[in-house]
């Protein structure tokens, strides 16, 4: 079992920058990739952005340029670095751990409007 809980969202306007973060406990020797996803009003879940444990990271498409995905695993934490944001990125962001199964966060909400 592994407890993620994020933190770091809120209200920012757009262009501006935010950096949620997650910490993960529990078996987080288990853990083989963390990342996050996100789900705005009307929409289904996507995925953010991942790095598994080797380094290798896949964004999502509409991110991809703008948000970076950093991890510390002295800390068991993934961190989202979100940079130029638009009002389409206001969404609950969920962190996301995969092992043989995944777990996730409670979400964090993130609001760009001005």
């Known amino acids: 079992q592994v407890q993620l809980v994020e933190s770091g969202g809120g209200l920012v306007q757009p262009g501006g920058p935010l950096r949620p973060s997650c910490a993960a406990s529990g078996s987080t020797f288990r853990i083989n990739a963390m990342g996050w996803y996100r789900q705005g009003p009307g929409r289904k879940r996507e995925l953010v952005a991942t790095m598994s444990n080797s380094g290798t990271v896949i964004y999502g498409h509409s991110v991809a340029g703008r948000f970076t995905i950093s991890r510390d695993n002295a800390k068991n934490a993934v961190y989202l670095q979100m940079n130029s944001l638009k009002p389409e990125d206001t969404a609950v962001y969920y962190c996301?751990?995969?092992?043989?199964?995944?777990?996730w966060g409670q979400g964090t909400q993130v609001t760009v409007s001005s």
């Open positions: 996301n751990a995969r092992m043989n199964s995944q777990y």
